[in-house]
């Protein structure tokens, strides 16, 4: 487990790489819970899905997912995105050159 602070790094750290490189992400969201506190927001469920769908008025028919569990393509499917795993078999650039493709 980690903690908020470093979780704040990582995504600090993201941030600033992009930025060098002419992007950046909008926004991070992230479940802070343990599977214990039975949240909505940890995948599979769908909170943090439900709230960037909100945040940023997204067109989930036409969008994907890209996520690297079990969990996360069940998240996927429930709010009705498309979705793929990457994995051993499937990576990140296979997976958008599918999707672009």
Known sequence: MTTHKKVQEIHSRIQKYLNE???????????PH?????CDCRK???GMLLEAIKDFEIDI?????IGDSD?????ARKVGCKN????SNISL???VKKILG
Not at 34 to 38: D, L, S
């Open 34 to 38: 343990t599977p214990q506190e039975c």
């Open 71 to 75: 969990s996360d393509m069940e998240a």
């Open 93 to 95: 650039e296979d997976a």
């Open 61 to 65: 028919k036409s969008s994907w997912f």
């Open 21 to 31: 490189n002419g992007t950046a992400i909008d926004r991070f969201y992230y479940c």
């Open 84 to 87: 793929i795993k990457i994995d």
């Open 44 to 46: 599979p469920k769908t």
